[in-house]
């Protein structure tokens, strides 16, 4: 098969790295890629959200298969506009994809479908809004905008001076734009949380494991939220009991939500879900693999992942399965010193090679924000490389995902020491 994959981050060099396994593939192109992805797939000069140059592109060379990494072409249409031209498309189209490019789309089909989540107000005014704060404030608060915001767009407030800074830096500075049109005001939630994604195709579901992602900037979940900043594969919080009622009360009337409304939905769900007790609610969905997730989760693959969202794609997932090693895996996020506030960039890296070496095959390293300068490998983003390892238990994996990360070098390096924390204590 020739495969397409959209996207140029951590997530999309992790599916990379694992399509090349694949008997099935023939040739694997990405769009735009990065110099991890370019030592596995030729990679193409279209921005992701180029959709009208990838689908004329595509069509021309007769791609089989496109998979979408990251959410923005799905919110733009990408996946419809390909499907029009008859091209087989890893994704869902525009309607799906407004379970994440809508929080409050998703908040009020999540009440409508009955769908466990935090009791919420929608706001177009921010008159209206602060008043609403005013008058229900009583402790935490999480105020979102309503659009597509880099992952930014979510304050958790601790006080109400935060949540109306939050407000007004949403609605009157417009930081997110357009997406700032609209606020969800919503209850905090409190308790650990979980990352659960299915491949669907529209009509079943195939589970992958359990993974959590740690979004704050600071070891102890202290400071500012980023696109995350590790995950390990499978969370323990996770228990057999809670995976049967996520399916039940958070898949299943998803899917059923979709058939009813018309929406024909081809790729990835990702509940992100809030555990307390035996309480479960779901925080969000995304209608993408996760990042970092998918770079701990995509390594503890067995089976091959092409097959399955080539089903999932063509609509029939003719009762495929996936199977999954034992084994977990964590993989510790390198950022630039400053992020997810401003940094500098073009910082040459090191020691990629020493650290995957001496590992018996068991660290990755995936880049995430590189590029090359004067035919030297640097620092591009605020999220520099995706360091992941497996082993037989989580500490060993620990040991191991660390003891890579010391062997890779450049200047204002940051990463959290404390990733799996919370599986660690259980
Ligand atoms: P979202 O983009 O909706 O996933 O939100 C990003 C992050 O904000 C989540 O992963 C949580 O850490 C946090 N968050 C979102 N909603 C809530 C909530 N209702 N209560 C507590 N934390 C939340
Ligand atoms: N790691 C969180 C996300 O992909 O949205």
């Known amino acids: ?32 890629g990065n110099p991890g992805i370019a030592g596995v797939a030729e990679c193409l000069d279209f921005a992701a959200d180029d959709v009208d140059g990838l689908k004329k592109w595509a069509l021309q060379e007769k791609i089989d298969l496109t998979v979408v ?113 609209r606020v969800v005001i ?45 995950a390990y594969s499978p969370a323990p919080v996770y228990t057999g009991e809670l995976a049967r009622r996520t399916e039940e009360q958070v898949f299943w009337p998803l899917l059923k939500g979709f058939n009813d409304a018309g929406i024909d939905f081809r790729g990835v769900i990702y509940a992100g879900l809030m555990i307390s007790g035996d309480k479960l609610n779901v925080l969000e969905y995304n209608v993408r693999f996760g990042d970092p997730e998918a770079q701990a989760l995509i390594p503890r693959m067995k089976s091959d992942l092409l097959p399955l969202l080539d089903a999932a794609a063509g609509g029939d997932l003719k009762g495929l399965d996936a199977e999954w090693r034992e084994d977990p895996a ?37 880049h995430a924000g590189t590029t090359i300068k004067d035919g030297r490998l640097v620092t591009k983003g605020g999220r520099v490389l995706g360091v992941t390892a497996w082993d037989e238990n989580l500490r060993r994996a620990l040991d191991r995902v660390y003891g890579a990360c010391d062997k890779i070098k450049f200047e204002g390096a940051y990463y959290r020491r404390d990733i799996a924390h919370r599986a660690l204590k259980r």
């Open 1 to 32: 098969m020739r495969v397409l994959i959209v996207g140029g981050g951590g997530r999309e060099h992790t599916l990379a790295w694992k399509l090349v396994q694949s008997p099935f593939l023939e040739r694997l192109y990405c769009a735009p």
């Open 69 to 181: 990494g990251p959410e923005a072409p799905l919110v733009l249409g990408l996946a419809d506009s390909f499907r029009e031209a008859g091209l087989k498309v890893f994704g869902p189209g525009r309607a799906g994809a407004r379970l994440e490019g809508s929080k409050v789309w998703a908040k009020q089909k999540m009440k409508e479908w009955g769908i466990p989540s935090a009791a919420f107000a929608v706001f177009e005014n921010f008159e209206e809004a602060r008043s609403h704060l005013a008058r229900f404030y009583g402790g935490p608060v999480v105020i979102k905008a309503d659009g597509l915001a880099a992952g930014k767009g979510v304050t958790v407030a601790s006080g109400l001076s935060e949540a109306e800074q939050a407000l007004y830096d949403i609605m009157i500075e417009k930081k997110f734009g357009e997406a700032g049109n």
């Open 186 to 230: 919503e209850q905090c939630l409190s308790g650990e949380e979980v990352s659960v994604l299915a491949v669907t195709d529209g009509k079943s579901l195939v589970f992958l494991p359990s993974s959590q992602d740690h979004k704050a900037i600071y070891e102890g979940d202290k400071g500012p939220n980023t696109g995350g900043m590790g």
């Open 330 to 366: 964590v993989c510790v996020v390198l950022a630039s010193r400053g992020y997810p506030g401003s940094y500098e960039k073009g910082f040459p890296i090191d020691g990629i090679d020493e650290a995957e070496q001496e590992a018996e095959g068991r660290v990755a390293v995936f």
